[in-house]
């Protein structure tokens, strides 16, 4: 018999539904994403992304639903993002599961909103009829607002991998900003639009083509700065991206040169010019190198550390998920390095990478086989350990 799950996640700025069967086909996934809201503040607004899930948990449930072909009462539980995230954001998604799973007579399970990036992972490769990654696995989460790196262990280590226990054990993480978060104030400070990631990604890739570079990465001009390799006491798998921000807002504070760029960018914002090709435009050669050796830099960090992990856990595989994960220079690294190491590399496509309900529903499966139920004292909380 099906198992369906209704997935439901508000942790962030993603109001999102969607219906897993059995933990690994996805019947549908609905996505409400809020960038064109928080897009003027640069960042997510809290308040403002509570008053948009409001708007849009009803139709996005209903909408998922509708795509599956199904209706509430041919649902058999609820998978619910618990946290970490923003308490005001959770709650929305939290309150509706609770009492649909209540009116509905259905079980309702919680989940970390951390462990479905993990399961967005094993999604991936169901949806691509791939191979299951190998445990003991180490698993890189790296996002807009995480960037953490798990060991992540399963029972039984083989089999029907749908029914896999996960257990977690945390080797390391930022100690200021998330990954995504640096891409985002890096741009800001650029003036390259919101979100980040996507538009520095696709100017540092075509600059690079553009170069025709033989493969090599980096700066190219004399006056790109050389962000050196984070150094950090202590532990190796911790990450701080807070850093490599500051070097980019000192540097563009001592280069008067980038100012008549930035200004362009801006007006340019203002008109609603936010393109890849528009804003290639106005980027000389010297931002374009500031944004690829940014790009570099964090990208040979990512990699380096998460391999630096899997190597020292002897993992058999590598995860990498978040939104961060859809970087098409982090995807090329690791594949690279990865072959090296003689380690299989797994990660979702863009869609599932991003936040998303099909994950949460995936997440919840394991669980709700192993007879967990969230009970109805189940709250939003901001910050969540994933064991
Ligand atoms: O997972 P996500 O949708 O939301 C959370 O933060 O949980 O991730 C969004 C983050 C943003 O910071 C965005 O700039 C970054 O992921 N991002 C990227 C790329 N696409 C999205 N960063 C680098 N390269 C990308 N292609
Ligand atoms: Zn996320």
């Known amino acids: 018999m099906t198992t369906r799950i209704l997935g439901i996640e508000s942790s962030c ?11 690994r086909e996805i019947l549908s996934s609905v996505v ?35 795509r599956a072909g199904l209706r509430l009462e041919d649902i058999d539980a609820i998978g619910v993002t618990r946290g970490p995230g923003l308490v005001g954001a959770l709650l929305v998604g939290l309150t509706y599961g609770k009492v649909l799973a ?10 970390n909103h951390l462990e479905g990036h993990v399961h967005a992972v094993l999604l991936e490769a169901y949806r691509a009829g791939n191979a299951q990654p190998e445990f003991p696995a180490v698993c890189l ?24 226990q996960l257990r977690y054990r945390k080797l390391g993480g930022t100690r200021d900003d998330a990954a995504g978060e640096a891409y985002d104030k890096v741009a800001k400070l650029l003036a390259l639009g919101y979100p980040g990631g996507p538009i520095i990604d696709q100017l540092a890739s075509s600059h690079r083509r553009g170069q025709g570079s033989g493969g090599g990465f980096g700066p190219r001009t004399g006056t790109a700065p050389r962000f050196g390799p984070t150094k950090l006491r202590g532990n190796p798998f911790d990450f701080s991206f807070s850093g490599i921000k500051t070097a980019v807002l000192y540097f563009l504070r001592d280069h008067a040169e980038f ?32 944004i690829a050796a ?54 979702p496509s863009r ?15 394991p669980r709700l086989m192993a007879g967990e139920r969230a009970g109805e004292d189940l709250d939003a909380e901001a910050v969540l350990p994933l064991v």
Request: hydrophobic share 50%.
């Open 13 to 23: 700025d993603e109001t999102a539904a969607a219906v897993v069967a059995d933990g």
């Open 294 to 347: 940014f790009q570099i830099t964090v990208v040979r960090d990512l990699v380096g550390r998460t391999l630096a992990a899997a190597r020292e856990t002897a993992a058999r595989s590598v995860l990498v998920s978040g939104g961060v994960a859809a970087n098409s220079e982090l995807r090329a690294a690791f594949d690279l390095a990865a072959a090296k190491d003689g380690l299989r590399v797994f990660m």
């Open 141 to 164: 989460i790296v996002s807009g607002g995480h960037t953490q790196l798990y060991h992540v262990e399963a029972s039984p280590a083989s089999g029907d991998s749908v029914a896999l």
């Open 102 to 111: 209540q009116a509905l007579g259905k079980p309702l399970v919680a989940v």
């Open 259 to 290: 100012a008549p760029g930035i200004a362009a960018r801006k007006a340019a914002l203002r008109e609603g010019k936010r393109s890849a090709a528009e804003l290639a435009q106005l980027c000389d050669a010297q931002t374009l190198d500031l």
């Open 32 to 66: 409400a994403s809020q960038v064109e809201i928080h897009r003027k503040y640069g960042g997510v607004v809290p308040e403002l992304a509570s008053r948009e899930h409001l708007r849009h948990i009803v139709p996005v449930v209903r909408e998922a639903l509708e």
């Open 351 to 365: 869609a599932l990478s991003t936040d998303n309900a099909a994950m949460i529903a995936a997440a919840a499966y």
